[in-house]
């Protein structure tokens, strides 16, 4: 015979359980776009669905990264994108790709892991409050192209206004870490040089 008692104790405690620890049913949230923004959205690259429960957080800033990997002329983004969600995925156990945004070469901004959800790192900072940004590529030593830098910019100040990210809170990876050079030398630069802060300005 039930015990009534012990399962009205035993309730609350398991929905406080599960409130308490920032896990939630509900769904990735969808953005919408101006149309000045190139996005191919995640049900257009070819996403796979998140089927988990996950984190949520509120964005608070916007920090910039670079995929630390050289990106080859006539490589596929949208093939390059699924890779690392499929990577992700498998071999590091994560709910989707690590990055909210990554935009490629010739400026197309994909969306990658759902905005409401905190991002991760191999590195030591807590990239919750963090949008982050990938642009594809490796800036210790390839240059950053027009097309490329043109969409980060205009994907910032979206995300700026949107959740209301004042320019201080605007950085890179590397200013969160010391365990790395993220985004490069060649976007990091444009972060010291003050030609980000005067671009998101204008």
Not at 22 to 51: C, F, M, N
Request: proline share 6%; aromatic share 12%; charged share 25%.
């Amino acid at each position: 015979m039930f015990n009534m008692k012990k399962i009205f104790l035993i309730i609350p405690l398991f929905l406080w359980s599960c409130f308490s620890s920032g896990i939630t049913k509900q769904e990735p949230v969808e953005l919408s776009y101006p149309d000045t923004l190139p996005v191919i959205k995640r049900a257009e690259w070819g996403s796979a669905s998140i089927d988990t429960s996950f984190s949520t957080h509120k964005i608070k800033y916007i920090t910039v990264h670079h995929g630390g990997v050289e990106y080859k002329k006539g490589e596929d983004p949208y093939k390059h994108v699924k890779d690392l969600q499929t990577w992700s995925r498998k071999e590091k156990k994560w709910v989707d790709i690590p990055y909210h945004f990554m935009i490629s070469p010739d400026g197309k901004i994909f969306e990658a892991r759902p905005v409401n959800i905190p991002g991760d790192t191999n590195t030591e900072y807590d990239p919750t409050g963090h949008a982050l940004v990938e642009v594809m590529g490796n800036f210790e030593v390839q240059e950053f192209p027009k097309a490329q830098y043109k969409s980060m910019i205009g994907l910032i100040k979206f995300l700026s206004e949107k959740f209301d990210v004042p320019v201080n809170r605007i950085k890179t990876h590397r200013d969160y870490s010391n365990m790395t050079v993220c985004p490069g030398k060649n976007v990091y630069k444009l972060f010291t040089d003050g030609t980000i802060e005067k671009a998101l300005k204008q």
